[in-house]
């Protein structure tokens, strides 16, 4: 039997929390009334109860006593997900954490393909991290935001992609901001069986609400085409806590920074220029913050997190302060507690396997990065973000491809030889050729007439059975299909008579003869855009990628949030 599953129900009472202050209430609502600063409290680890019932000094005292026991590492299994691979260590029974570890289906919009092996048979691994603001229990209420979101349904506040190459050198974690439009597939809630259909665009976020986790596993796959192996679900609380258990993680803004605006809106972050250790509900302050930070957006929020991340992972695998046994205990309690991942994770065991390999990477092979993206334009959608078509699927098709984003081992792409059909083309008076308009996209509508422009062309050209198709057939690339393979001749003349690569002549079981799909890159003019050359497989300039190892990142400040 399933364990328990979570969707909706929030972080659990016996994990640790930052109080009031710390929550962007302005990122879930539009009140914007501010905290009242009485109703801080600090962020403490759950330390109540022990896995006999009794006071954990003696639990610990009788596992030392022990000493063959087998412990396990789960720090380094555990958390090694949620900052991407630390090195610290603890000791807890491996019966007690397997108890708390919460289980969901991996994907609900159906299987999840297999990987292909590399020329050595390895292959990556990726884990797509979820952080959910589901403010369904007292606890989570207590972390802030309006009270018309408690007990709604739950969103994905933090998604983050992490892919460990297939020789597990290098990390490569994609960040999607949570207002990012993207389409959700249809998902089947495995428990209730209720069916989630298909959408148009919608924030990304919303992903969660429609089943659970893995709607947002199947939201990422379709949107990106990379096998998604497991996910682990958490709960930002948990981060905030290796922030208290190391003494704090440093981070950077270049000016003094007060995040609450006069309408009440912003984290309450207060820090002056320079580096500074964070910890507890400042921590919690720096992870929520986007009025006061660079654009004042979600892109901004983004990239704080990034840095957050990576001076966490530096801070703990320099593993100079955790050596608390006791510490270590407690964090491990909250870190299973504020979990839930995929049922290929069947035991901490797994997690442990897991840790030690991204462990593998060392910090200044993670990089991190973001879908590249735009603030949108399209009507009523102004102020989320979609992503940047050419630039968003180069950064897919590098982690598809276990290209590293670091651009270490990267060589230029060999040009392949353009495969030139042998079958001789017939008169292009005798050829009948269709043309359909395909200019539109999901953020603009089709160029209207661009059929009939292309027919003309064609006609130009001596293609004099050329005609227009009114059918929309939205494709981002021209093309130029063929039915069987002995148009494929007929099919590449026409590419070459309207300047086409002749890679554009596919075949397609969608037609019988040929068929001209004028795609959303040739928009307007007579002559096809000339594409740029290929970019040798570097990492795109909007994915905004940061390095592991760069300490000198810092934090721009927001006009109007300094003092």
């Known amino acids: 039997m399933r364990q328990e599953r979570v969707r909706g129900k929030g972080t659990r009472s016996s994990v640790p929390h930052a109080r009031d202050r710390g929550w962007d209430d302005s990122l879930y609502a539009h009140d914007g009334t501010p905290k009242d600063a009485e109703g801080r409290a600090r962020l403490r680890l759950d330390d109540e109860h022990d896995v006999n019932g009794g006071a954990r000094a003696g639990s610990s005292a009788r596992r030392r006593k022990g000493g063959k026991r087998r412990v396990l590492r789960w720090v380094a299994a555990v958390l090694s997900l949620l900052i991407l691979g630390t090195a610290a260590a603890g000791y807890l029974y491996y019966e007690h954490l397997n108890g708390k570890l919460k289980k969901d289906d991996l994907t609900l919009g159906g299987k999840m393909p297999e990987h292909k092996a590399n020329a050595a048979g390895q292959t990556p691994l990726n884990i797509l991290l979820i952080g959910s603001d589901a403010r369904n229990t007292k606890a989570n209420q207590k972390l802030g935001g309006a009270k018309n979101t408690f007990n709604s349904p739950p969103l994905a506040d933090v998604q983050m992609l992490v892919h460990l190459s297939a020789d597990r050198s290098n990390i490569s974690v994609i960040s999607m901001p949570r207002d990012t439009l993207v389409k959700i597939p249809r998902c089947v809630d495995p428990d209730s069986d209720n069916v989630y259909p298909a959408t148009g665009l919608k924030a990304a976020n919303e992903s969660l609400g429609r089943g659970g986790p893995g709607c947002t596993v199947a939201t990422w796959h379709q949107l990106t085409g990379i096998t998604i192996d497991h996910f682990m679900m958490i709960d930002f609380a948990g981060v905030v806590s290796m922030a208290d258990a190391i003494g704090g993680v440093p981070v950077c803004v270049d000016q003094n920074i007060r995040s609450r605006n006069s309408r009440g809106q912003g984290s309450g972050l207060t820090l002056t220029k320079g580096t500074h ?259 040798d497989n570097t990492t795109p300039s909007e994915a905004k990628a940061l390095r592991g190892d760069d300490e000198s990142a810092c934090m721009k400040v927001q006009p109007g949030y300094t003092w």
Do not use: C
Not at 347 to 356: P, Q
Not at 372 to 386: D, H, M, T
Not at 427 to 435: I, S
């Open 277 to 535: 250790p964070v910890k507890g509900e400042q921590a919690l302050q720096w992870l929520r913050t986007r009025y006061g930070f660079e654009d004042g957006t979600d892109l901004a929020r983004t990239r704080a997190q990034h840095m957050y991340m990576n001076s966490m992972v530096r801070e703990l695998r320099r593993n100079t302060k955790l050596t608390d046994p006791n510490k270590l205990r407690k964090l491990a309690e909250a870190a299973i507690g504020a979990l839930t991942v995929d049922e290929g994770i069947d035991s901490v065991k797994k997690l442990y396997d897991i840790g030690n390999q991204l462990k593998s990477a060392p910090t200044g092979r993670i990089t991190m990065s973001r879908v590249p993206s735009r603030y949108s334009e399209l009507p009523g959608f102004q102020g989320k973000v979609e992503p940047i078509p050419g630039e968003a699927e180069q950064l897919f098709r590098l982690v598809r491809e276990d290209i590293p984003l670091d651009g270490k081992g990267v060589t230029a792409p060999k040009p392949k030889p353009t495969p030139v059909s042998q079958d001789p083309a017939a008169a292009p008076a005798e050829m009948a050729v269709r043309v359909q308009n395909g200019t539109g996209t999901d953020s603009q509508a089709p160029k209207r007439g661009r059929a009939a422009e292309i027919s003309t062309l064609l006609h130009g050209k001596g293609y004099t059975k050329a005609y227009t198709d009114q059918t929309r057939n939205p494709q981002a690339e021209t093309v130029v299909h063929y039915g069987g393979p002995e148009l494929e001749g007929d099919a590449q003349a026409v590419a070459k008579a309207l300047g086409l690569p002749v890679t554009s002549a596919k075949k397609s079981t969608d037609v019988t003869g040929i068929a001209v799909v004028v795609g959303a890159d040739w928009r307007e003019g007579d002559v096809y855009p000339k594409k740029d050359a290929p970019k």
